[in-house]
């Protein structure tokens, strides 16, 4: 099939890659000139396994072009997919301009039926609205063309984004026509395992699971968070409380680590806006303020604690290892090292820092600093630190030697942000090992 995708970031990228992959004749637009002219010379322009392998291959094999001109966009797809941003306001809300500059640019250039797709994570409403900019914009041109709007939302995690496209647990297609629904099966069957992964359901359901998966997961870690600090308060340890209750098919064992917090770009963008929807409809959605608090609360965990032990941070060195909000992606967004290194040098401590990946993004939001010096390795990190800080749990930092890193610090303590870390191991090292939500 003719796809198009406006907006070639994160997950206009990777739809891109992952549909042409399957055979279709994918074009991207972009309005940012630079972007399009990276990716014609084949690079992605951000971390994802996968996606630059793939860029290549369906470039090589003519499946895979890209434009600034949003006119060759709407000409070229049977299926338009809008992926553009809907970065937060002030207020929460998701900002839909970009959404519907698109919707507006294809009433303005649409001469034959069109599956319109909104990709991009948006309010409950938006499908409704992008249907109304098109029909507006052609009843400008005095044109009659027949146009039918899906939601189609993507649930794809960073870092694994390739993987959860190509081999899905779900497609959730929200529309009322049989046209377009019968053209979104056709476009996701090489993307079915074993039965049929594709879910029909009206527009606004489909638009609201996106936010209800995001915000049920969100509530499982801070759930988590909080128990963990009532785990500490009366001996019990969360990550036995977290086995104990993950064996129950009811609850499952994913998404119940304890930790520093969540961050990323999904959910607390995704937990504010379904927040700011609910006050639009009159729905006070009490649990997910709550979620949302125990997040911003459990961010600042690291640095009291470090705090608590070291007296001041004043002129110490803290080493921190896992700068991303998460691993495998580059991505700074919410990440809870930021709150903790920010907190750190408000207090006048220096910061050594180490990613596999983020330390090029690391360097671009916080540009040259006294108090930031981004180490050659794990271990260079540690040298003369008076704690080491696990922030995200990249797969090296797993089962480091400790005891090179104990002899190149000044004081051999370390804050397990992710329960890493057997804590009577580390004990037994001579580290004082503080994790979330363990015992002792
Ligand atoms: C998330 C959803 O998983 C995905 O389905 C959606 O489409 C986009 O949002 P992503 O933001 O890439 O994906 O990250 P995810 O792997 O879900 O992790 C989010 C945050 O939660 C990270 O900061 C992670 O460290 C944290 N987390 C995750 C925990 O603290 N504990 C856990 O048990 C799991």
């Not at 359901?201 to 600090?229: C, G, H, Q, W």
């Amino acid at each position: 099939m003719k796809i198009t995708v406006f907006g070639s970031g994160y997950v206009g990228l990777v739809t891109g890659v992952c549909l042409a992959d399957a055979g279709n004749h994918v074009l991207c637009v972009d309005v940012d000139a630079e972007r399009i002219a990276t990716l014609e010379v084949g690079r992605c322009p951000f971390y994802e396994p996968g996606v630059e392998d793939l860029l290549a291959r369906n470039a090589r094999a003519g499946r895979m072009r890209f434009t600034t001109d949003p006119a060759a966009g709407v000409e070229h797809g049977e299926i338009l997919f809008i992926a553009v941003g809907t970065p937060p306001q002030e207020d929460g809300s998701a900002d839909l301009q970009y959404v519907l500059a698109v919707a507006r640019t294809i009433g303005q250039h649409m001469r034959d039926y069109r599956v319109i797709c909104t990709k991009s994570t948006v309010p409950v409403g938006t499908s409704r609205k992008v249907r109304e900019t098109v029909a507006s914009a052609l009843a400008a041109r005095g044109v009659v063309v027949d146009f039918d709007v899906v939601s189609n939302p993507e649930f794809l995690k960073e870092g694994a984004a390739v993987e959860d496209f190509m081999r899905p647990d779900r497609i959730i297609v929200g529309t009322d026509s049989a046209r377009a629904l019968h053209l979104m099966r056709a476009l996701y069957a090489p993307f079915n395992r074993n039965h049929d992964r594709l879910m029909a359901m009206d527009v606004e359901s489909a638009e609201l699971t996106k936010y209800a998966a995001n915000a049920m997961l969100a509530t499982r870690i801070s759930f988590m968070n909080e128990l963990a600090l009532l785990a500490e308060k009366v001996g019990a340890d969360i990550e036995a409380v977290r086995r104990g209750i993950g064996s129950d098919p009811r609850i499952g064992y994913q998404f119940l680590y304890a930790g520093c917090g969540y961050g990323g770009s999904c959910f607390p963008k995704d937990v504010k806006a379904l927040i700011h929807t609910g006050a639009e409809q009159g729905v006070t959605l009490g649990i997910l303020k709550a979620v949302e608090q125990a997040n911003a609360h459990q961010k600042t965990l690291l640095f009291t604690r470090i705090k608590a032990h070291l007296g001041s941070v004043r002129g110490k060195t803290i080493a921190l290892w896992g700068l991303a909000f998460k691993p495998n992606t580059d991505d700074m967004r919410e990440a809870p090292s930021r709150v903790l290194m920010e907190a750190l040098w408000a207090e006048g401590a220096t910061v050594h820092a180490y990613d596999p990946i983020a330390m090029e993004a690391t360097r671009r939001l916080y540009g040259p600093r006294p108090d930031l010096i981004l180490a050659d390795s794990a271990e260079a990190a540690c040298e003369g630190a008076d704690a080491l800080v696990l922030v995200t749990e990249w797969a090296q930092f797993r089962s480091p030697d400790f005891a090179a890193i104990k002899a190149r610090m000044r004081n051999p303590a370390i804050f397990d942000g992710r329960n890493l870390y057997d804590p009577g191991t580390l004990r037994a090292l001579g580290f004082h090992y503080q994790g979330i939500g363990r015992k002792g």
